[in-house]
């Protein structure tokens, strides 16, 4: 009995340190997001002219992108896009670099698959549609915010993108290249799987992680929560803030469940308890991000999930612990941000319960200890569950040369899990080695598309078997060396 409460008592002190830590830190992003927006504000009033007069006088000589397939940044978990927090960035101002770098606003919390429906019509124009079967299984509208005009309107297989996803976004990047694979897009019979170029992916959760089960999710079936635990108090917060549905709060940011009309104008007071006793909402249904991110829900995502042969894979994993003697533990206290330390000791002792099934056949807890803090390093490096698809470390990258499409390229960082994000000063140097290597990646191998183009009139048509050959073969040539990866380069 009376280990029972120490034990009770140091779960709830751990949960009141969580919540404290998470609520300060989402604090800080918001009073940030607003300070910088006020001067900002200010400033355009009084220099709206001028700025008018800079844009003209913009460098005639500059490079000229259109001809380059765009770059999208896909935000994970708790994220946000273009338009929201004002002039917060969430990639930290990488998309400033070009002018051909979108980032979309997607559901935060919503399911991965809501999110790659919302991706699909943020660039190609439209009334999001989530498909009628799926809108009636999880309870909420077939239909959701419209975009008159798409970002990218002409994305077709003569017009591919790159998609570049962090965290829960690179999933996100997978199964809507599956989606287009399947043609799923009512209207849009001429989809396929080679509208994407490249998916990179940055500390991406491939494969679930353990810190879904310390969050609060039940590692029996990944799918429902405990009753008390730091996911329950968000669930709460998010059914408030959506109820209340105050616009200038819902357009400063918004959690992405607008299709389940949540507002007070919609459900009344009845509508609210509902979702707060659990009855209705995403999290009666399932239909949310969190289910997608346990080790469970993410292998029975991956089952529909394919690696396409065209399309080139690259994945950076981000790590922060090391072994002392033979135990893993943190690599470093000041290294790592202040809101996921708790996390990266938690997941380096993690054992999974032994009353539970292991979440798959072949489950080690030793395997899963490596993590920075929000994901385990080995959901990271590539799609592992139910089935490892196609990969290959890069330690040196001269053994990647030439790059093959159907592979995983994958990469370890010393880093924790906001390292790509957020704050560009945090990550000092290595945030722009890092971007400016993927950009260069991505736009050098525009190569091996054009080269097909010409060939065949298609993107990558056949390229697996030719990849070797048609950089051999490719005006101004060879390959060099950026950013860590093998980088073909440009015409």
């Given at each position: 009995?009376?280990?029972?409460?120490?034990?009770?008592?140091?779960?709830?002190?751990?949960?009141?340190?969580?919540?404290?830590?998470?609520?300060?830190?989402?604090?800080?992003?918001?009073?940030?997001?607003?300070?910088?927006?006020?001067?900002?504000?200010?400033?355009?009033?009084?220099?709206?002219?001028?700025?008018?007069?800079?844009?003209?006088?913009?460098?005639?000589?500059?490079?000229?992108?259109?001809?380059?397939?765009?770059?999208?940044?896909?935000?994970?978990?708790?994220?946000?896009?273009?338009?929201?927090?004002?002039?917060?960035?969430?990639?930290?101002?990488?998309?400033?670099?070009?002018?051909?770098?979108?980032?979309?606003?997607?559901?935060?919390?919503?399911?991965?698959?809501?999110?790659?429906?919302?991706?699909?019509?943020?660039?190609?124009?439209?009334?999001?549609?989530?498909?009628?079967?799926?809108?009636?299984?999880?309870?909420?509208?077939?239909?959701?915010?419209?975009?008159?005009?798409?970002?990218?309107?002409?994305?077709?297989?003569?017009?591919?993108i790159h998609i570049v996803g962090h965290s829960a976004g690179a999933q996100v990047a997978r199964v809507l290249q599956q989606m287009l694979a399947d043609?799923?897009?009512?209207?849009?019979?001429?989809?396929?799987?080679?509208?994407?170029?490249?998916?990179?992916?940055?500390?991406?959760?491939?494969?679930?992680?353990?810190?879904?089960?310390?969050?609060?999710?039940?590692?029996?079936?990944?799918?429902?929560?405990?009753?008390?635990?730091?996911?329950?108090?968000?669930?709460?917060?998010?059914?408030?803030?959506?109820?209340?549905?105050?616009?200038?709060?819902?357009?400063?940011?918004?959690?992405?469940?607008?299709?389940?009309?949540?507002?007070?104008?919609?459900?009344?007071?009845?509508?609210?308890?509902?979702?707060?006793?659990?009855?209705?909402?995403?999290?009666?249904?399932?239909?949310?991000?969190?289910?997608?991110?346990?080790?469970?829900?993410?292998?029975?995502?991956?089952?529909?999930?394919?690696?396409?042969?065209?399309?080139?894979?690259?994945?950076?994993?981000?790590?922060?612990?090391?072994?002392?003697?033979?135990?893993?533990?943190?690599?470093?206290?000041?290294?790592?941000?202040?809101?996921?330390?708790?996390?990266?000791?938690?997941?380096?002792?993690?054992?999974?319960?032994?009353?539970?099934?292991?979440?798959?056949?072949?489950?080690?807890?030793?395997?899963?200890?490596?993590?920075?803090?929000?994901?385990?390093?080995?959901?990271?490096?590539?799609?592992?569950?139910?089935?490892?698809?196609?990969?290959?470390?890069?330690?040196?990258?001269?053994?990647?040369?030439?790059?093959?499409?159907?592979?995983?390229?994958?990469?370890?960082?010393?880093?924790?899990?906001?390292?790509?994000?957020?704050?560009?000063?945090?990550?000092?140097?290595?945030?722009?080695?890092?971007?400016?290597?993927?950009?260069?990646?991505?736009?050098?191998?525009?190569?091996?598309?054009?080269?097909?183009?010409?060939?065949?009139?298609?993107?990558?048509?056949?390229?697996?078997?030719?990849?070797?050959?048609?950089?051999?073969?490719?005006?101004?040539?060879?390959?060099?060396?950026?950013?860590?990866?093998?980088?073909?380069?440009?015409?």
């Amino acid at each position: 009995m009376i280990r029972w409460w120490w034990v009770s008592a140091f779960q709830l002190a751990e949960l009141f340190v969580s919540s404290v830590v998470h609520l300060l830190y989402g604090f800080y992003v918001y009073s940030t997001a607003v300070a910088a927006d006020l001067p900002q504000a200010l400033s355009d009033r009084i220099f709206k002219a001028n700025a008018s007069l800079e844009l003209k006088k913009q460098d005639p000589t500059s490079t000229n992108v259109d001809d380059l397939p765009p770059i999208v940044l896909v935000h994970g978990i708790f994220g946000f896009g273009k338009g929201k927090f004002g002039s917060f960035s969430y990639f930290g101002g990488a998309e400033k670099k070009d002018e051909r770098v979108l980032v979309p606003d997607l559901g935060s919390l919503t399911s991965t698959y809501d999110r790659a429906r919302e991706l699909f019509y943020y660039l190609k124009g439209g009334t999001v549609d989530y498909g009628e079967e799926h809108s009636k299984a999880c309870g909420h509208s077939q239909f959701g915010r419209l975009y008159e005009q798409g970002h990218y309107p002409e994305w077709d297989e003569d017009h591919p993108i790159h998609i570049v996803g962090h965290s829960a976004g690179a999933q996100v990047a997978r199964v809507l290249q599956q989606m287009l694979a399947d043609k799923a897009f009512k209207g849009h019979e001429n989809t396929s799987e080679n509208w994407v170029l490249s998916i990179t992916a940055l500390s991406g959760a491939f494969n679930g992680t353990t810190r879904t089960y310390l969050d609060g999710m039940l590692p029996e079936d990944g799918r429902n929560m405990k009753p008390l635990c730091l996911l329950q108090l968000c669930r709460l917060g998010v059914i408030i803030y959506d109820w209340l549905d105050i616009p200038l709060l819902k357009a400063y940011y918004n959690f992405g469940f607008d299709h389940f009309n949540l507002s007070w104008r919609k459900v009344g007071l009845w509508g609210l308890v509902d979702c707060l006793l659990g009855n209705a909402g995403p999290w009666a249904t399932g239909d949310w991000i969190l289910p997608d991110l346990t080790i469970q829900g993410a292998t029975k995502l991956n089952c529909d999930l394919q690696t396409f042969q065209n399309t080139f894979y690259f994945s950076y994993a981000t790590k922060r612990t090391r072994k002392f003697l033979g135990v893993t533990v943190p690599s470093g206290i000041l290294s790592i941000h202040p809101m996921l330390f708790m996390r990266v000791l938690q997941m380096s002792l993690y054992r999974h319960p032994l009353d539970a099934p292991p979440p798959y056949k072949g489950y080690r807890d030793e395997d899963w200890l490596d993590n920075d803090g929000a994901l385990n390093t080995i959901s990271m490096t590539h799609p592992r569950l139910p089935i490892e698809h196609p990969s290959c470390p890069v330690t040196n990258d001269s053994e990647c040369q030439p790059l093959q499409p159907g592979i995983w390229y994958y990469k370890i960082v010393e880093g924790d899990h906001i390292l790509f994000i957020l704050n560009r000063e945090r990550a000092g140097v290595q945030f722009d080695l890092i971007y400016d290597g993927i950009f260069k990646l991505l736009w050098g191998s525009r190569i091996v598309s054009e080269r097909c183009t010409r060939l065949q009139g298609t993107m990558l048509k056949a390229l697996s078997s030719k990849v070797s050959s048609v950089v051999k073969d490719a005006p101004c040539g060879g390959v060099i060396q950026d950013g860590g990866y093998v980088v073909l380069s440009s015409l």
